[in-house]
């Protein structure tokens, strides 16, 4: 796809986010987009890159080690994907959020491994609202006791939750499971538990973002809908 092609996509992306954001009464600078690049060629990131978008995703953390040796730009990078524990060494410091930690023995590897960088690895925590067995993601019922874990540990930050409702041909299907998120978050918010903020609500994808944004998103992936099919 050419660099002409890619930033007309995102022109249109960046217009649906903001129309999304006005139409309940948020400000379209309260929505952040997040590009997903996987399997995507690092010149298509550089390429949207130059049509001004900042933050981009991965799915895997070879591709995006990949990516990031290959670009010069000051790229942001997100892991987006189901993250292994003897992978996470590879990203320490270079990732700046993890959408998907699911899970304790996870994030203490990612807390050892910013631990000795001195850094602080902020991260969103990822939910299984529909239970899905195909899906990763802790359950609504032990969220809050994982976030209370993560944050006893010294260099890791909970900033949000992340997750991936059922794929639905209707994007009003998702709406319910997007809800649900943002009044999980609210609970968790109501704990007031020290160093977590529930900032960050990474949910909607090129089909359902729209919907995302109408309950609370502050994250929104989306590839399809800038890079075309895969």
């Known amino acids: 796809m050419t660099g002409r092609v890619i930033a ?12 999304a954001a006005c139409a309940c009464g948020r400000h379209p600078e ?13 010149e298509d990131v550089r390429a949207a890159f130059q049509a001004g978008q900042r933050i981009f995703g991965e799915n895997y953390v070879q591709e995006l080690t990949a990516k990031a040796a290959a670009l010069l730009e000051p790229v942001e ?5 189901h993250l292994q ?10 990732t700046t959020l993890i959408h998907s930690v699911d899970r304790l023995s996870l994030a203490t590897e990612i807390d050892r491994q910013w631990g000795r960088l001195g850094r602080i690895c902020d991260v969103l925590v990822q939910v299984n609202i529909s239970g899905e067995a195909t899906k990763s993601g802790t359950t609504e019922q032990d969220t809050l ?32 499971f997007f809800a649900g998120l ?18 960050e609500l990474s949910m909607g ?10 309950e609370g998103a502050t ?12």
């Open 145 to 176: 006791q994982l976030v209370r874990d993560i944050a006893a540990l010294p260099h890791i930050r909970v900033r949000g939750l992340m997750t991936m409702p059922p794929f639905f041909d209707d994007p009003e299907a998702a709406r319910p």
């Open 77 to 81: 990078w997100h892991l987006i994907g």
């Open 85 to 94: 524990s003897n992978k996470v060494k590879y990203i320490a410091g270079l």
């Open 205 to 214: 994808m090129s089909g359902d973002f729209e919907a995302a944004i109408q």
């Open 30 to 42: 309260e929505v952040r987009l997040v590009a997903v690049s996987k399997t995507r060629p690092a």
């Open 219 to 230: 994250l929104v992936r989306v590839g399809t809908a800038i890079f075309g099919e895969r």
């Open 182 to 199: 943002r009044r999980l978050a609210e609970r968790i918010t109501a704990e007031a538990i020290p160093g977590v903020e529930m900032a």
């Open 8 to 19: 007309e996509h995102l022109q249109a992306v960046r217009e649906r986010i903001a129309a």
